[in-house]
C-alpha cells in the first residue's frame, strides 16, 4: 500500500514544555512570533478538587483532502506521494489563498521568504533516517510520527490499540493526526 | 486571530465586481437600448477598465513575493478558484480596453479598425458572459477556501447581484456627475429602476443567506451571529444594511415616483449612487474579514 505519513498525539502524555516548538524553530529557521507547530491548552476544567488541563500538540495534519493544495493558484503546494504537504517555495507568489483556506490554521506568511510556509514534516531529516525534530525532542513521548499505512509502524500499532479522534472531521479535509487522550503506559515498539 | 486578507483583497473583490457591473450595464444598455441610451453604454465603457486595473494592483502589492506573479500565467490550476479567476480577469481587463477604445469618439480612433461597430457588438454580446463570470468567481474565490461563513453557497450569487448594482449605479453618478451631457430623464429613471431591483433582490439573497446560515451547523451559524450580533454587527446593520441598502432604495423609489422636487433631484441620484456604491464596498469588507474572523468548532 502507499505510504501514508502521518501523526499519532498522545494528550495524556504532554506536559506542555513547548520542546518541540523550540526543536521546530531550530530545525527549520522558523521565523520569530510565527510557528510550525504548537501546544494549546483546554484551560482549567472542572470543579475544584476534580479538575484537569489537556494540553493539545498540533501541526499542519498533512490532510488527505487539504483545501491548501486545491486553492493554490500555481501549484505551489502540494501533496507528495508519501502523503506529505508541502510548499514549493520557487512556486509560490505569497498569495496566502492557502493560509485562509487551512481550517487548522496550520500555515502562515513568512515575512523573510514571502512564501507560505508550514510542517514540513521534516522531510530532511526522514530522508536521513531520522525522526521529525518535534517528535525527536517530545520529552513525555507524546508525538509519534510515521506510516499510517504500515501495520508495523508504532503509529499504526497505537491507532490499533486505543481509541483516537481527529479534529474537525466534519470539514471533510481527512487530517492524518491522531489523538490518543486515554493514558499510554508503554510506548509500542515499531519501525 | 489575526486577519491574513486584508483590505487589499478587500478592494480587489469590490473593483472586479464594479467594473463587471458597468460592463454588463454598457453592454445591455447597447444592445437593447439603441440611439436612446447611447450615453449610458458609453460611459458603462469608460468606467469598467478602470476599477479592476486598480484592484489588480492593489492585489500584487498584497503578495509575498510579487515578482513571481508571473506563476499564475504559467499554468491552469482547473481546482484552484484564483487560478481560473486570474485568467478570466485578465482577459476581462484586456477586452474591456478594447471595448473602451471602440467607444472613442472617431477622431480617436487612431488604429483605423474596419468596422468598429461590429467589433463593438460582439464584445457587448460576449462581454456579459465574462463578466458574470468575473463578478461570480469573487464568491467561488472565498466559497474553495472552507472557512464557516465562506461556506455559504449563495455568496457567489449575492457578489454577483451586488457587483451589478453597484456598477449600475456608478453608471448613473458618472451620467450625474458629468456636466457636458446630463443624462436625459427616461435613461437615469430606467437605470434606476435596475438598480432599485437589484437592491430589493440583495436583500432577498442576504435574508436567505441569514436564515440558512442560522440553520446549519454550529460553527456556520455562530459565523453569522459574528455578523448580526457580534463585532460587525454595527458594519453588518448601519453601513450595509441601513446606509448601503434601505436608505439609497428609499430614495431610488422616490425618485421613481417623483416625489423629490427638482432642485433636490441630483444631489439625490448622486448621493443614492454613492451609497450603492459604499454598500458595495462593505458587502465584501465584513465577508472578507468575518470570514477569517470565525473558525470551526470540534
Ligand atoms: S492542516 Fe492545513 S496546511 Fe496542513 S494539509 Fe491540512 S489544510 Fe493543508
Ligand atoms: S501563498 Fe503560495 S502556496 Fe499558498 S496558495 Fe498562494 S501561491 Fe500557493
Not at chain 1, 472531521?169 to 491522531?178: A, D, E, L, W
Not at chain 2, 488604429?111 to 460582439?122: I, S
Request: hydrophobic share 45%; with cysteine; net charge positive.
Amino acid at each position: 500500500m502507499a505510504v501514508r505519513m502521518g501523526f499519532v498525539i498522545i494528550t495524556s502524555r504532554c506536559i506542555d514544555c513547548d520542546a518541540c516548538m523550540v526543536a521546530c524553530r531550530a530545525e527549520n529557521d522558523v521565523p520569530l512570533g510565527n510557528k510550525r507547530n504548537w501546544v494549546k491548552s483546554s484551560g482549567v476544567q472542572g470543579q475544584f478538587p476534580n479538575v484537569k488541563e489537556i494540553f493539545q500538540p498540533g501541526n499542519c495534519m498533512h490532510c488527505e483532502h487539504p483545501p491548501c493544495v486545491k486553492v493554490c493558484p500555481t501549484g505551489a503546494s502540494q501533496k507528495r506521494v508519501d502523503g506529505i504537504v508541502i510548499v514549493e517555495n520557487s512556486k509560490c507568489i505569497g498569495c496566502k489563498y492557502c493560509i485562509v483556506a487551512c481550517p487548522y490554521d496550520a500555515r502562515f506568511p513568512n515575512p523573510v521568504t514571502g512564501k507560505a510556509d508550514k510542517c514540513t514534516f521534516c522531510w530532511q531529516r526522514l530522508e536521513q533516517g531520522l525522526e521529525p525534530a518535534c517528535v525527536q525532542t517530545c520529552l513525555g513521548k507524546s508525538r509519534q510520527a510515521g506510516d499510517l499505512n504500515d501495520p508495523n509502524s508504532i503509529v499504526s500499532k497505537l491507532i490499533a490499540k486505543y481509541p483516537t479522534r481527529q479534529l474537525l472531521k466534519q470539514v471533510g479535509t481527512g487530517p492524518n493526526i491522531y489523538y490518543i487522550d486515554e493514558a499510554v503506559p508503554e510506548i509500542p515498539q515499531g519501525e | 486571530m489575526e486577519l491574513t486578507w486584508g483590505l487589499m483583497i478587500v478592494i480587489y473583490l469590490f473593483t472586479a465586481g464594479l467594473s463587471a457591473g458597468a460592463m454588463v450595464t454598457s453592454n445591455f444598455a447597447f444592445l437593447y437600448g439603441g440611439q436612446e441610451f447611447e450615453r449610458v453604454s458609453r460611459f458603462g465603457a469608460y468606467i469598467s477598465p478602470f476599477p479592476i486595473s486598480l484592484g489588480l494592483g492593489v492585489l500584487l502589492l498584497d503578495l509575498g513575493s510579487p515578482f513571481n506573479f508571473y506563476r499564475l500565467f504559467l499554468t491552469l490550476q482547473v481546482r484552484s478558484p484564483m487560478s481560473y479567476g486570474s485568467w478570466a480577469i485578465l482577459f476581462f481587463t484586456f477586452l474591456s480596453v478594447i471595448y473602451l477604445y471602440l467607444w472613442l469618439p472617431e477622431n480617436y480612433q487612431v488604429l483605423g479598425l474596419r468596422n468598429p461597430q461590429t467589433w463593438k457588438k460582439r464584445l457587448a454580446k460576449f462581454m456579459p458572459v465574462l463578466s458574470v463570470g468575473v463578478a461570480s468567481y469573487t464568491g467561488v474565490l472565498l466559497n474553495a477556501a472552507v472557512r464557516p461563513l465562506w461556506t455559504a453557497p449563495l455568496l457567489p450569487v449575492l457578489f454577483l447581484v451586488s457587483a451589478l448594482s453597484t456598477g449600475v449605479a456608478s453608471v448613473i453618478l458618472i451620467a450625474a456627475l458629468s456636466p457636458w451631457q446630463r443624462a436625459r430623464h427616461r435613461e437615469l429613471h430606467l437605470l434606476t429602476k435596475a438598480d432599485a431591483i437589484l437592491i430589493i433582490l440583495e436583500c432577498l439573497i442576504i435574508l436567505t443567506m441569514i436564515v440558512m446560515g442560522r440553520t446549519n451547523s454550529l460553527s456556520v451559524s455562530s459565523a453569522f451571529s459574528n455578523l448580526l450580533i457580534g463585532p460587525f454587527a454595527w458594519i453588518f446593520w448601519l453601513l450595509i444594511v441601513g446606509l448601503g441598502l434601505i436608505i439609497p432604495l428609499a430614495l431610488e423609489l422616490m425618485e421613481l415616483k417623483d416625489k423629490i422636487p427638482v432642485k433636490w433631484a441630483l444631489p439625490v441620484t448622486i448621493s443614492s449612487s454613492f451609497l450603492v456604491l459604499f454598500g458595495g464596498f462593505f458587502v465584501r469588507f465584513v465577508i472578507t474579514y468575518a470570514g477569517q474572523w470565525s473558525g470551526w468548532f470540534n
